[in-house]
């Protein structure tokens, strides 16, 4: 069974860094495209990146240059980096998983999205 756990949430200052991790439990991560998507309260779920098990990488323009995605497959973790924190980041964030063997692409739709994480909140302070 999969399942998918994410950390690295808590409260930082605007302008720091943060990396949140997203644990993949069950069946490899060489499988499955993993996608990190955010919600901030009274906000839709936005689509933030994904990462293709070839390595291929998608970003949200509005993310483009601050976040990054890697994958680690020998761990089962999908990392995100976040650079030059603002007021705006600050939401619950979720990692998923695509299809089995299904790559994902630039949309970021997270209709298309099967196993999710419970999230990770992180707090952005001024």
């Known amino acids: 069974q999969l399942e998918l756990m994410e950390s690295g949430g808590g409260l930082v200052q605007r302008g720091e860094s943060r990396r949140l991790s997203c644990k993949i439990s069950?069946?490899?991560?060489?499988?499955?495209?993993i996608g990190w998507f955010r919600q901030a309260p009274g906000k839709e779920r936005e689509g933030l990146s994904c990462s293709n098990p070839d390595g291929t990488t998608h970003y949200a323009d509005s993310v483009k240059g601050r976040f990054s995605i890697s994958r680690d497959n020998v761990k089962n973790t999908v990392f995100l980096q976040i650079d030059n924190l603002d007021l705006e980041d600050a939401a619950v964030y979720y990692c998923?998983?695509?299809?089995?063997?299904?790559?994902?692409?630039?949309?970021?739709?997270?209709?298309?999205?099967?196993?999710w994480g419970q999230g990770t909140q992180l707090y952005v302070s001024s």
């Open positions: 069950g069946p490899t991560l060489r499988y499955y495209a």
């Open positions: 998923a998983t695509g299809p089995w063997r299904v790559p994902c692409d630039g949309r970021l739709q997270h209709n298309e999205y099967i196993t």
